[in-house]
């Protein structure tokens, strides 16, 4: 299947290369050009499709989510984490089959399409149903371990990795584990042991508040990053999700192991565990990338709100209106997120690449006048923007319409696990 767009303002996400006017094929999940019509070459296309000016881009990666937790959007909220967590999610999540959350998952799933996510890091509780979800959706998905001293065993984390990796082209499986304050030291040293079997990299909530890290200092004499640093957990780098209270120390850790970070700036405010230092964070080094947190936390599935939040809080915490520019913060949606989730073919716009693309609507008064697109799409940019997303090589959400989907069975069935887990 071949597609052109054509009068596209295309935005490739490349190092240093300015935005131009031109077009890109795709044929089935892949580019095949991008760049100037006229050295485009001829062909026979099933689709053509006049962008109108408007912009073709890398789709936005979303690398930390509970899609899930649909059912609880707006349920617990007005909470601290912990409160919300022992109190009103984890009674809950514990009357949930795998079923209720391929279902939860779908609805997420209609949302994400809508904010022009082509890619999830998602951490729930039945990662084969979700996986499922997501290829009967066309979700690419980067599914991760929650292992936590509640469940599963380190064998079905191990099953599950030697499983799903290669299960499905919209599928992997990372090794990870729920956060500290759920896991015990010995439980720890296992995933080490496995961590180690593997290669792997790990990913993990991690100092997401100020409680966390003082009960772990007071437990292990150590911050959370150095604890699991000690334990062997970061050998071979990872992610961390939150990432809000960290020390300096913890960051040249951070550094040396190549452990990356996704800020949810909603979710931190929402729940008052504070602002990660971004600024602090780029200026080391350090990749960033960008999740939305789970719906129950957040409570939306918008990756144009969380950039905005990303930028005006790093200004704000630093006091410095230069703090994480815009164009950064679309890097740290589109690239960082690719690097972050090992997707590094859908980090940019390039021949070879897979079709993991987005449109957004330029002719709507929010992105009017087009002075500096980068700063329009960080700044003024919201989901009606979205026009178009499509995941490798197939549109699956175009001018407010799912292609393929039964949208109202899908709220349906949502409806009725939700009125369940009440």
Known sequence: MRIRF?????LTMKENEDIFTGELHTQDNRITYVGKSEDAPEGDFLREIDCKGNVIMPGFKNCHTHSGMTAFRSLADD???QDWLN????PREAKMSGEDCNILTK???LEYLTSGVTSIQDMYLTPETIADACVEMGMRCELVSGLNKFGPTLDVLERRYNELNGKN???GFKMGVHAEYTCDKELLQNVSKLIHKYESPLYVHMSETKTEVDECIGRYGMTPVAFFDSLGLFDFGGVIYHGVWTTDEDMEIMLKRNIGVVTNPASNL???????PIDKYLKKGITVGIGTDGPSSNNALDMFREMYLVTALAKVREMNPLAVPAPEVLKMATVNGAILQEHT???TLAKGKLADIIMLDMNMPNMQPILNIPNNIVYSGCKSNVKMTM????ILYEDGRFAGVDVEEIYSEASAVMEKLK
């Open 6 to 10: 054509y009068n596209a303002r295309i």
């Open 79 to 81: 909470l601290n984490l």
């Open 87 to 90: 109190n009103e999610i984890f």
């Open 107 to 109: 609805l997420a799933i």
């Open 169 to 171: 082209p919209l599928i």
């Open 270 to 276: 929402k729940l008052a565990s504070g602002i990660a």
């Open 345 to 347: 073919d859908t980090d």
């Open 391 to 394: 995941i490798d090589g197939v």
